[in-house]
């Protein structure tokens, strides 16, 4: 079965700094791996997703991820935060032979600070 | 091009009462998967629709719980006898038929059980 760790539940950086959220997945082969972003009472908004080729996909808003079989991550970065970006953030992966059923981690809370 | 559309955006309910949620897929699109998400939680795949077939219902509860998507019309997932435990956002999601791995997310229906 697959499954999604994001480790950090919460996490503050200040306006400007660099940003990078965790995503570990646990699943037999490749799979299909994406980033969300929830703003508070919306739906989710898709950054980016890695299906095969180049490891480093870069998405919206400036966000990119690096996907790492070796460690079964897919690590979600920014260079540098905007105010804007304070929202909740998921990792999913969706299964190659099912891949209408995608599995996610329970966020990672961004703030920032001014 | 319209996004995918849920309604009611906001539905109460008191316990023992039925709850429909609806959801219109974006244009084009023939597969609907639905989420729920707890709160402080990420969203758990609920169930897969293409038109007029359930395909995967996995995620669904046993009892009380049951979704369609007809021929004609928008994709319901109905909630029979609800509980204080179904409060939760529910989302609905739509993809293509030849890209099945990218789902665009609609903006939730927030569930509320009194």
């Known amino acids: 079965a697959q499954s999604v760790t994001q480790p950090d539940i919460h996490i503050t950086v200040s306006e400007g700094a660099s940003l990078e959220l965790r995503c570990n997945y646990s699943?037999?082969?490749?799979?299909?791996l994406f980033w969300y972003v929830q703003s508070p009472g919306q739906g989710l908004q898709l950054l980016l997703k890695?299906?095969?080729?180049?490891?480093l996909v870069q998405g919206i808003k400036g966000f990119e991820a690096e996907f790492k079989r070796s460690q079964s991550s897919f690590n979600l970065r920014k260079p540098s935060v905007h105010w804007s970006d304070a929202a909740e953030y998921f990792c999913?992966?969706?299964?190659?032979?099912?891949?209408?059923?995608?599995?996610f981690g329970d966020g990672t809370t961004l703030t920032v600070k001014p | 091009n319209a996004g995918v559309m849920q309604n009611p955006r906001h539905l109460v309910r008191r316990r023992g009462q039925e709850a429909r949620l609806r959801c219109s897929p974006m244009?084009?699109?023939?597969?609907v998967y639905w989420y729920r998400q707890l709160p402080e939680e990420g969203l758990k795949f609920m169930v897969y629709?293409?038109?007029?077939?359930?395909?995967?219902e996995s995620g669904m509860p046993k009892e009380r719980f049951s979704a369609e998507f007809p021929k004609e019309g928008p994709s319901i997932l109905r909630i029979q006898q609800v509980v204080r435990g179904d409060s939760a956002a529910y989302f609905c999601?739509?993809?293509?038929?030849?890209?099945?791995?990218?789902?665009?997310f609609g903006p939730g229906t927030r569930l509320l059980v009194l």
């Open positions: 244009k084009g699109h023939s597969h």
């Open positions: 890695y299906f095969s080729g180049d490891t």
């Open positions: 629709l293409q038109k007029e077939n359930i395909i995967d």
């Open positions: 999601a739509s993809s293509p038929a030849h890209h099945q791995e990218t789902q665009y």
């Open positions: 699943y037999g082969a490749t799979p299909y």
């Open positions: 999913a992966v969706g299964a190659r032979t099912n891949a209408g059923k995608s599995t």
